[in-house]
């Protein structure tokens, strides 16, 4: 498999990404996926668990910005209420709003990972941005027309 495609972690859900653990190996920003990563499609705001996990990030000095190739209807609805900074129609695997999102918020590509549920956006795109890769299995299976 080309270096490219393979993520440098897997998980089953983002809930393995606790504070303790993200602090434990250096990592400031993560930026997540939306879609069947953080929610499923049909999920059109947070709900508890997500706010705790967000909660549970930023006492442990992680921000978490939501990085989606979402409008911006569905990527503001959803994060608004969650206070989490968020860019929309972000054009992954384009490095562009992966590197403009971590550095707004204070990473380099050591203290960055990028999370989400697809390869050819999500991980491609953490691949060429430099920062840690991690996969997450998909929430849901529907897949929407972007
Ligand atoms: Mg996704």
New binding site residues.
């Given amino acids: 498999m080309l270096s490219r495609f393979k993520p440098d972690m897997k998980i089953e859900s983002i809930y393995e990404l606790t504070g303790e653990l993200l602090e434990a190996i250096n990592i400031k920003v993560l930026i997540s996926?939306?879609?069947?990563?953080i929610a499923k499609y049909e999920n059109e705001v947070p709900d508890d668990r997500v706010k705790e996990w967000v909660r549970d990030l930023s006492e442990h000095g992680v921000s978490l910005v939501v990085v989606s190739n979402n409008g911006e209807e569905r990527v503001k609805k959803y994060c608004d209420p969650l206070g989490v900074a968020h860019f929309w129609k972000s054009g992954k695997p384009s490095r562009k709003t992966i590197r403009l999102a971590m550095e707004k918020y204070g990473g380099t590509c050591e203290t960055t990972a990028l999370v989400?549920?697809?390869i050819i956006t999500?991980i491609v795109g953490a691949k060429r941005s430099g920062v840690l890769a991690i996969k997450v299995s998909?929430l849901g299976k529907r897949r929407m027309f972007e």
């Fill in positions: 996926d939306l879609d069947n990563t989400g549920d697809k999500d998909p």
